[in-house]
């Protein structure tokens, strides 16, 4: 089995759940599951914020054309059903069910199309950043895949591969699963430290830091919180590790 992750950056009024998401920058939301067939889908989403948030991303969710991840920029005539299953002020969890058309398509669908059945998808939608993990057998076309994506996509988003190899343990988190950071992100933290915005006060501010990349503002903010997260992850579990027993006398 093979891993295949990459990432949608949604420009603006392409996708309301985006919007709202980069109006809220502190939440986020992420696939709990997602199952799809030739012409259907339905996910699990948990989303996470403030309750103001929380309150946005639902009406985003029942309220929009957010057809679960239809892809297409006109009307559809899709028919789909979100139910909420739990919402309190710090989680919501929606449940998403829909029927799609000739017009419709969708990544879960377009992966079918070229990497074949018995897909699994992970997903974790952050601003506008919007990372997809999908686990394949490797007997597709990846390319292919990506060349009907990035057609599909058109100019509502850009596209970025973010990487390709065997299929690591399985997890809930769509960050590197290993001990070493993804390549972007050591290459964003790298920047950041030898641009001065880890130095108190900061030398450089994280729109800087980003037009000097040339990357989107929350690509870079995606990527330093990734990277913090998956650092901090590392420090506590080294620090709650026994320390080696002595040896005998």
Not at 204 to 216: M, S, Y
Not at 221 to 240: G, M, S
Request: proline share 5%; hydrophobic share 35%.
């Amino acid at each position: 089995m093979r891993e295949l992750v990459f990432a949608l950056e949604y420009e603006p009024g392409c996708n309301r759940v985006a919007d709202t998401l980069a109006n809220h920058p502190d939440a986020s939301v992420r696939s709990l599951s997602l199952h799809a067939t030739d012409d259907r889908l339905w996910r699990v989403d948990h989303a996470t914020g403030t309750p103001d948030a929380l309150t946005a991303i639902e009406d985003a969710f029942l309220n929009s054309d957010y057809y679960a991840d239809c892809l297409a920029t006109e009307d559809c005539n899709a028919t789909q059903t979100t139910q909420v299953l739990d919402h309190t002020t710090e989680t919501l969890v929606l449940y998403s069910y829909w029927e799609r058309t000739p017009l419709c398509a969708s990544i879960p669908h377009i992966a079918r199309d070229h990497l074949g059945d018995g897909l699994l998808f992970d997903t974790r939608h952050e601003s506008r950043h919007y990372t997809w993990r999908i686990i394949h057998s490797g007997e597709g076309n990846v390319s292919e895949f990506f060349d009907e994506l990035e057609t599909t996509v058109g100019d509502c988003a850009q596209m970025e591969m973010l990487r390709t190899a065997v299929a690591s343990p399985s997890t809930n988190d769509t960050s590197n699963s290993n001990t070493e950071l993804a390549p972007e992100q050591q290459a964003a933290v790298q920047a950041a430290v030898e641009h001065g915005y880890y130095e108190s006060p900061r030398e450089i501010d994280v729109g800087e830091l980003a037009e000097h990349l040339t990357i989107p503002r929350s690509t870079l903010t995606y990527r330093l919180r990734r990277a913090e997260e998956h650092l901090a992850k590392q420090y506590i579990t080294r620090e709650q590790l026994p320390d080696d027993p002595s040896p005998p006398l």
